[in-house]
């Protein structure tokens, strides 16, 4: 490892950048904080993917695929795995499975890390991937390109720091809040609006203090 990077040099998972692209606070709450709660979305998860890594569901078309592959980065500082790598006459080509439709590009960035892996373990160029969305049953195909690339070696830097700082942002309390299985843990109503949570300290310290006397 280069010295630039011999102290205070963090690994970022690559399942945090999904985590990132989707809540800051989510992904500190699961890799700085150490916490994981299941609800139905992240139940339904975990049987796509043991699906995947037994062969089923496995949309390689005819293709040869490596499934459950562990990937990383010396030069990034990534680790993680792939659910599918179909290697086409073209390169490497990263398939992740989700269970639900497309929402804005937090999956293509964690689909983007591991074509980055690829290309420094194997090589290889690696221009698209896809992402197989469960609930729509439908492949989104992704293009590597260099916007997308930017966009991910910003949010690999940003959750180091993150990682690094042992750092939880402001919960957004918005509407990505209902669908995520944190939302008890992570409280957004009330820390993501703070004269709400001034009033309830407030509160919690008058009645303490009422109880002592």
């Known amino acids: ?7 205070g040099w963090w690994e970022v998972p690559i399942s945090a950048l999904e985590h990132y692209g989707y809540c800051p606070r989510q992904c ?20 796509a993917h043991d699906r995947v890594d037994s062969g089923d569901d496995a949309a390689n078309r005819g293709v040869p695929a490596l499934r459950g ?4 980065s010396d030069k990034l500082g990534l680790r993680g795995r792939a659910d599918a790598v179909e290697m086409r ?4 080509y990263p398939v992740e499975y989700k269970i639900g439709r497309r929402r804005g590009i937090a999956a293509d960035l964690q689909l983007c890390a591991q074509a980055l892996c690829l ?11 896809a992402i197989f969305y469960h609930e729509v049953r439908k492949r989104h195909e992704v293009r ?16 180091r720091e993150m990682l690094g700082a042992q750092r939880l942002p402001d919960a957004p309390n918005d509407a990505r809040c209902k669908h995520c299985s944190l939302i ?9 609006e703070p004269d709400r949570l001034r009033g ?14």
């Open 1 to 7: 490892m280069d010295d630039e990077y011999s102290e």
């Open 28 to 47: 500190a709450l699961i890799h700085v904080e150490q916490t994981y709660e299941e609800n139905v979305f992240t139940m339904r998860g975990s049987l």
């Open 69 to 72: 592959i562990p990937l990383w």
């Open 89 to 92: 006459e073209g390169g490497p």
């Open 119 to 129: 290309e420094e373990m194997l090589g290889a160029s690696v221009t698209k991937g």
């Open 144 to 159: 590597i390109d260099e916007d997308l690339r930017g966009r991910t070696l910003k949010a690999i830097e940003e959750i």
């Open 184 to 192: 008890d843990v992570c409280l957004p109503s009330v820390v993501g």
């Open 200 to 213: 309830l300290q407030g509160a919690l310290w008058y009645h303490y203090d009422v109880k002592e006397s």
